[in-house]
């Protein structure tokens, strides 16, 4: 049974920082493309990063490009979303998500995490 599970969700002020992190079981890490999605209400849910660990190979969503970086550890199935200067439209549920390609459509992802919510205050 494959498995993901996010935390490190919370309520920041806009200009601060969250490590948001992803532990997944159940995969050969390894061989999957990991990413973030995110869904603010009443939002469709939208790309915001994913890593490749066979390439080393990784890509931004423009919105959050420079200001947010994945990374991962896959020795212990782990993945982060480090991010920093959040601002108000940041505010979504977070949710990490492993699939077999490089892809920024939600579509091209099989499983999913429950998600953890980021609020960003002014």
């Known amino acids: 049974q494959v498995l993901l599970v996010e935390s490190g969700g919370g309520l920041v002020q806009a200009g601060g920082s969250l490590r948001l992190s992803c532990t997944a079981s159940?995969?050969?890490?390894?061989?999957?493309?990991m990413a973030w999605f995110r869904q603010a209400p009443g939002k469709e849910r939208e790309f915001v990063a994913y890593?490749?660990?066979?390439?080393?190979?990784?890509n931004y969503a423009d919105s959050v490009k420079g200001r947010f970086t994945i990374s991962g550890d896959p020795a212990k199935n782990m993945v982060y979303l480090q991010m920093n200067g959040l601002k108000p439209e940041d505010t979504a549920i977070y949710s990490c998500?492993?699939?077999?390609?490089?892809?920024?459509?939600?579509?091209?992802?099989?499983?999913w995490g429950q998600g953890t919510q980021v609020t960003v205050s002014t």
């Open positions: 890593i490749s660990w066979g390439g080393s190979r990784t």
């Open positions: 159940g995969i050969t890490f390894s061989t999957y493309v």
């Open positions: 998500a492993a699939g077999p390609m490089t892809t920024i459509s939600k579509n091209g992802y099989r499983y």
